[in-house]
């Protein structure tokens, strides 16, 4: 579960500042980078890492 957390963080902070260089740089593709990394660290890594700081103690 930790390495979970870890690879869902990662991928999902790495894709929302991906979409924000993007945003800056008025590149396509930066609204679906962010609300594909914002909406995935919402609904995916928040409750992963919960789960597993809930299960560790």
């Given at each position: 579960?930790?390495?979970?957390?870890?690879?869902?963080?990662?991928?999902?902070?790495?894709?929302?500042?991906?979409?924000l260089?993007f945003?800056?740089?008025?590149?396509?593709?930066?609204?679906?980078?962010?609300?594909?990394?914002?909406?995935?660290l919402?609904?995916?890594?928040?409750?992963?890492?919960?789960?597993?700081?809930?299960?560790k103690?």
């Open positions: 579960m930790k390495k979970a957390a870890y690879i869902f963080g990662a991928l999902f902070s790495s894709l929302t500042l991906l979409g260089l945003k800056f740089m008025h590149w396509p593709g930066a609204t679906i980078g962010l609300v594909f990394g914002v909406g995935g919402a609904l995916i890594f928040i409750p992963v890492y919960a789960v597993y700081r809930y299960g103690s």
